[in-house]
């Protein structure tokens, strides 16, 4: 048996038979290569490896304590032997002399070390021999389910096995095989590695969380912040591990005062007309590489917007506590210190404010081959808009009177994040017409174009247009690609509201991303190196596929695919303070349970909640505001329970399928086939950027229709909609096409 302690610091492993006497075991321990040290005796019973790497000096520490019953121990020469023992319980710790700096002198070498590792795991191992193993692994337990037991999920019970080995799972899924409780299974592993590789006091979670068996390894083991390390957190918020992100708000404290340097030196070298002399006057940013003791400038293959990346998590971190003081102390100034810098970065195009330079993040031109430089790409604009309204936010929320927040409101208008292409996508570059006409990988893993979806925020259901464009580049992008990009996939395709292809996507992360032990791949190569952030992503987007909290309310099951007939969640988290468990069988929900942390108002949102039986824990009727047929609204109290039931069923209706049009001067002729449901149908256009439709007919008959406008013959392409309904008016998904004049 293993297990390591979070509150011991210590590793413990005991080794038990059935029968006595047959414990015969030696404990060796075999330096690192790149390191250099000395093994010794500590005390009768125990090893000391004191040690430092040969690079960096770094100083470090490992004790091995070794405890048997009956038989007999001896430890001599760097080993620890047992012979003829019942049972043996080896205990190990391990420090470094590295300890976070929240106020780094650079010019220092050592501004980073201020630990004493020999200190440390000596008080660590005298606690911990003297507590036993089984006061150890009590107290590691307790720790440990206070965490992981807040959540439960479960998908059609009664269609598992769950005594099959996880390797034999894994093989049976990628012939086909539906196995829900494995997708069960990395949910919980995705929680189960989050809270075991970054809690407070610690550094955070890097591209492979701890779990690595060496100094060095692939992309040096760092932190990546063009989506990886910010993907290593989706869940913190989402899942109930809120407390995880706090080892990552340490981190930025630490690198902070150098990413403010490199802010000023990006600006400096950029736009020397919005310099500030002032301390911290530029803000803060980073590149696309950073570790233990660095951060990186914008640059090469990836824009200013990345730091906004980061900055989104900060707002997510106060979005779900709701904690006024998080937001205060911690969430505000991460924000506002990405908007001060992005606000100098652009450039004034044809009265459009545009990010200068621009790059989406690791995508190589055709005609060059490298990095494409460019001004305004999507990834830059959507996220300096991102980081600007988080900015004026939570301003509004504090009374902050920064007069930096009208100048943030005044560029929001100018960014025209989100552009729509001629083949219906969202362009990633302003200067592409068709979909992949300058990038030389259309199925690229990175989709930066859509970062404004996930994990931004303003493309949504209020911007149907752009929601309709999102698909399509999500469909020209494919689906299997590295491990992280088809969880980013997972949670794009979710908040989308489209269950069937995000679910499509988490076949294909466990078919083709994840080894045997479920750890997940870097690439899409079952032979990939080990890289953690698709473990994380992917249980975030599960999450996000049962529950979203996004557009001002609660949906529950926004995204919930055909395969997942039956089901019950418990405890996800909401933007809000608010705690969500639902059951549902058939596809229909059955109940849901909202826990308030505060006494704030509940919208909550699934098809025909307005005429559900809302009651309290103590089966009291609780009264609520329908907001139409879809919504309520209800305000709640601190620590009550609200339970929503007897929420009547809703009917699918079927949607247009096969839908075409021609585009000829001022006219297109539509034809589609007919849905089975339908009694009727309407049509929808939208034009440019226009991020809603308009209403251009309704009651239609027939699967065919011709539209004719004069303003048509100036207009190149056009996207249309059509919705199927039923004798009562019940709508259906639309159909969309995107058609270009012949």
Known sequence: DYFISYPANVMAIRFKADRPGKQNLTFSYAPNPVSTGSMSADGANGLAYTAHLDNNGMQYVVRIHATAKGGTLSNADGKITIKDADEVVFLVTADTDYKINFDPDFKDPKTYVGVNPAETTRQWMDNAVTMGYDVLFKQHYDDYAALFNRVKLQLNPDQQSPSLPTAKRLQNYRKGQPDFYLEELYYQFGRYLLITSSRPGNMPANLQGIWHNNVDGPWRVDYHNNINIQMNYWPAFNTNLIELFESYADYHKAYRPMAEQFASKFI????????????????????????????????GHSGPGMAAFTSKLFWEYYAFTNDRQILKETSYPAVLGVADFLSKVTTDTLGLLLASPSASPEQYAKATNRPYPTIGCAFDQQMIYENHQDAIRAA?????RNKNIQLFKEQSKRLDPVQIGNSGQIKEYREEQHYGDIVLEQSHRHISQLIGLYPGTLINENTPAWLDAAKVSLNRRGDVST???MAHKINLWARTKEGNRAHNLVTALLANGVHENLWTTCLAVLRSPFQIDANFGGTAGIAEMLLQSHEGYIHV????????????FKGLTARGNFEVSANWKKGQLVQTEILSGQNNICILKYPNIARSVLKDADGATVKYQPIGKDKISFRTKARQTYVATDIPPYKTIAAPQELKADFNGDTVFLQWKSSKDATAYSIYRTRNNNPEYELIATGIKQPIYEYTASELKDTDYLILKVISLDQEGNESKAATICVEKE
């Open 268 to 299: 400096k070298m950029h736009h020397p007309q919005h310099f500030s002399g002032k301390p911290g006057g530029n803000g803060w940013t980073m590149g696309t590489g950073a570790g233990a003791y660095m951060v990186g400038m914008p640059g």
């Open 396 to 400: 509004a929320l504090l009374g902050d």
């Open 483 to 485: 491990g992280w990009s």
């Open 557 to 568: 099951l926004p995204a919930l695919p055909d395969a997942w007939k039956d089901g019950s």
